[in-house]
């Protein structure tokens, strides 16, 4: 392991690495501070970049990305009271009273401090964890990984914000997707009215229409929209290390639960935001202070959402599974560059997730001063007219998708996801299962047919295995759970209407 | 169409239309069951398996059908019992709606003339043409955006990445 690390922090000898890791950054930072475009639109917009780029200098980028986007929200979140991501709501809850009370600075400073502290912790942890977990993925058969993949997708449908009936039609649609083109096992063409087809749905332009497209549609809803003034940054100076100290107890506490919560398929930073900032309240000896500018608020949210990106990695590189849909869209990236995450990634292709855990710390240092430095520049971001975001998505997009296989056919595919995935979000379907489902689809069709070769065609395979038949408990209770909720608030919003029911 | 009380925009918001979240999940429904259909169709006639211990071909998408198939006539069934005031109804509120669909249509036009215009071309206009449908009107912005954007593709796409464009 020691080995395989240092060659990790070794691949930073090279311009270029360093080049894609700032890149990533300051691109991270701009998405970010963007009110409605994520990490996961970032990570699509920056995969034609990495085309003919080394997997290393890709990857280090893409990470940088989605970690800086993750803390992007956040200046934004406090200092226009505007969340630039979902994950940064729980800031804004404390961060713009603060900018109210005139400490808007010192909200910043300890928002990108224990920001990058979370993320130093569960690098930390990510590095003890996703080892191990590949090594005993190794000894999966076919029955586990197809109930591992099941696993993943029911959590996504299950903690997705909405209805879960949505979040399984999404789902079938993304399965439904996957099937399209040659099957695996006798090479028959299915679903497929053009030879394109044959190799699959293009994933690039898929993640590029359903992200970024779609978002461009939305951008035009919006318009043009007034220039948001944004607060001083007063308490910049006045502020300590001592007062960063007092915070420690939360910030590892946050950094703790935002891994573990961003390993969880589906749950992702906004539910470690809220969750470390519910916990943080709880613990804390001045609760009364949360909501209305409490730092060990912004410290908790900060630190937590910024802790699951590293969670979300450890699914992905260890099992193939993707954590989060900026992890599903990174599959995409990395399978471009022919590599396949999972268990094998760890002896096939060290060089990745070693160099990805070494990216992770030497990031740290690098999105702190990038965003130290630039916190007036990031907070003027959220006044880039709508018109002129949307007309640069749509250009990338375009190109992009162009540019994944130097013909049309992807440009075809692109646009038509990008209109579907706006009529889908106008239904409230939400559009992570469906990506989830189109990368996990194949391998769940494989790995669910080996395992009734394996087992001459009885079912038995899937209920005799310990492991596979916990997997698929939790994938039942992931879809069940959500469904009881529901007719239970059913049940006691007709008892509150009429007690007699 | 009615009005929205959103005019903090240099370009006032053209108002919205209001469409009963059920009616829409109805409408979806109905078409993803046909869409099902075809493909439970397309499905059962795939070839059958060579041994007895496969599926086949069709076999898991069968399955993701039926799975999909439930999943769709449950959402029908809730969007149904909501419509009929059995639970609380929301609404889908779409703004601005005849520019989303220009722009929608520009996006198409893009895509169909990107062989013919060549790339720098394409990009220039449809980018102009989707700041304005999105509400820019200042003139310097539009073309300072679709130039510099021209610029940047050429940088980074064909000088940097080497990608050959029509």
Sequence with gaps: ?501 | MENEALNKGEEPVQGYVRIPLSILEIATGVIVLAILSWYVVQAYHLPKPFNSTDVGAGGFPLLVAIGTGIATISMIGLAVARHMGKMGQADSRWRRPLFVLIVALLLVGQAVTFETLGVYLCVALFSAAIMVAAGERRILHVLGVSIGLVAFVYVVFALALNVVFP
């Design chain 1, 1 to 501: 392991m020691i080995e395989n690390l240092l060659s990790g922090f070794s691949a930073f000898g090279d311009p270029l690495v360093w080049l894609s890791l700032v890149f990533g950054s300051l691109v991270g930072y701009l998405i970010g501070a963007i009110p409605g475009l994520g990490p996961s639109l970032g990570v699509a917009l920056l995969i034609p970049f990495t085309y003919g780029l080394d997997p290393v200098v890709s990857i280090v980028g893409l990470v940088a990305l989605y970690a800086a986007a993750e803390y992007g929200g956040a200046i934004t979140a406090i200092l226009i009271n505007s969340p630039g991501t979902s994950a940064a709501v729980a800031t804004a809850w404390d961060g713009y009273p603060l900018s109210q009370q005139g400490k808007a600075g010192e909200a910043l400073l300890v928002s990108i401090v224990t920001s990058g502290i979370g993320i130093f912790i569960s690098a930390l942890f990510l590095l003890f964890t996703a080892v191990p977990l590949s090594e005993f993925a190794l000894r999966f058969g076919p029955g586990e990984y197809f109930a591992l993949a099941l696993v993943g997708l029911s959590l996504v449908v299950g903690l997705a914000e909405g209805s879960v009936v949505k979040g399984a039609v999404a789902m079938g649609i993304g399965l439904a997707l996957a099937t399209v083109g040659l099957d695996t096992q006798t090479g028959t063409p299915r679903f497929a009215a053009s030879v394109e087809l044959f190799e699959g749905l293009p994933l690039v332009p898929v993640l590029l229409g359903l992200y970024a497209l779609s978002e461009v549609l939305f951008l035009v809803e919006e318009g043009v929209t007034a220039k948001i003034k944004s607060a001083p940054l007063g308490g910049w100076r006045t502020w300590n290390w001592k007062g960063l100290w007092s915070l420690n107890g939360v910030v590892f506490r946050s950094s703790v639960l935002g891994y573990i919560i961003g390993i969880i398929p589906g749950a992702g930073a906004s539910i470690a935001s809220f969750i470390a900032y519910a916990v943080a309240k709880k613990t804390s000896k001045t609760p009364e202070r949360f909501g209305k500018g409490s730092i060990e608020g912004v410290a908790a949210s900060e630190a937590a959402n910024n802790a699951a990106v590293s969670g979300a990695m450890a699914p992905l590189l260890a099992l193939g599974i993707p954590g989060s849909p900026t992890t599903a869209v990174m599959i995409g990236a990395l399978m471009i560059q022919g590599i396949q995450p999972g268990p094998l990634l760890f002896s096939r292709n060290p060089e990745i997730p070693y160099t990805i855990f070494a990216s992770l710390w030497i990031g740290v240092p690098v999105m702190v001063f990038i965003g130290l430095a630039g916190a007036r520049a990031w907070a003027h971001v959220a006044n880039i007219p709508g018109p002129a975001i949307a007309a640069i998505v749509a250009g990338i997009s375009l190109v992009g998708a162009y540019a994944s296989e130097g013909t049309m056919f992807p440009v075809y595919v692109m646009t038509a996801f990008g209109i579907l995935g706006y009529l889908l979000r106008k239904v409230q379907v939400p559009l992570a299962p469906i990506i989830l489902a189109l990368v996990l689809g194949e391998m769940m069709e494989t790995n669910f047919r080996r395992a009734l070769i394996t087992s001459h065609g009885s079912l038995e395979i899937f209920y005799t295995s310990p492991l596979t038949v916990a997997l698929l408990l939790t994938a039942i209770l992931a879809f069940a759970l959500p469904a009881v909720g529901f007719i239970r608030k059913r049940r006691r919003a007709a008892m509150a209407a009429d007690p007699s029911v």
